[in-house]
Nanobody
Framework: QVQLVESGGGLVQAGGSLRLSCAAS????????MGWFRQAPGKEREFVSR???????SYGDSVKGRFTISRDNAKNTVYLQMNSLKPEDTAVYYC????????????WGQGTQVTVSS
C-alpha cells in the first residue's frame, strides 16, 4: 500500500502563487507516476498534471503555462507550483499515484483546499 499526504493549500488572491506538496510513503517502489487532480463544488474531478518517474510530464489545458509539476525522488515527494492563480482554480486538489503496470490511479490523498479570491 501507498499513503499520500498533501499539504500547501490555502487562500490566495488572484494572480498569486501556491505550492502544493504530496509526500508518498509505504510501498513507494511500486509507483510509476504521480499526479494532481482537482474538484470544484458541483463539478467533476479534473486532471491537472502528472509526472512519471522518467520525468515525463503532462498538464491539463486549463493550467498549461501556469502550473509546474516536479518531484524529489529522494523524498518521494511531488510538488505542484501554481502561478498566476485564477478564481476558477478554486477547488480541492488531490494527489494520486499509479502503480507500475497500472492503468488507473491506484492511490489517492485526502485532498487540500485551494481558494483563490478575486
Amino acid at each position: 500500500q501507498v499513503q499520500l499526504v498533501e499539504s500547501g493549500g490555502g487562500l490566495v488572491q488572484a494572480g498569486g502563487s501556491l505550492r502544493l506538496s504530496c509526500a508518498a510513503s509505504g510501498r513507494t517502489v511500486s509507483i510509476y507516476a504521480m499526479g494532481w487532480f482537482r474538484q470544484a463544488p458541483g463539478k467533476e474531478r479534473e486532471f491537472v498534471s502528472r509526472i512519471r518517474w522518467s520525468g515525463d510530464t503532462s498538464y491539463g489545458d486549463s493550467v498549461k503555462g501556469r502550473f509546474t509539476i516536479s518531484r524529489d525522488n529522494a523524498k518521494n515527494t511531488v510538488y505542484l507550483q501554481m502561478n498566476s492563480l485564477k478564481p476558477e482554480d478554486t477547488a480541492v486538489y488531490y494527489c494520486a499515484a499509479k502503480r507500475v503496470g497500472g492503468t488507473d490511479w491506484n492511490y489517492w490523498g485526502q485532498g487540500t483546499q485551494v481558494t483563490v479570491s478575486s
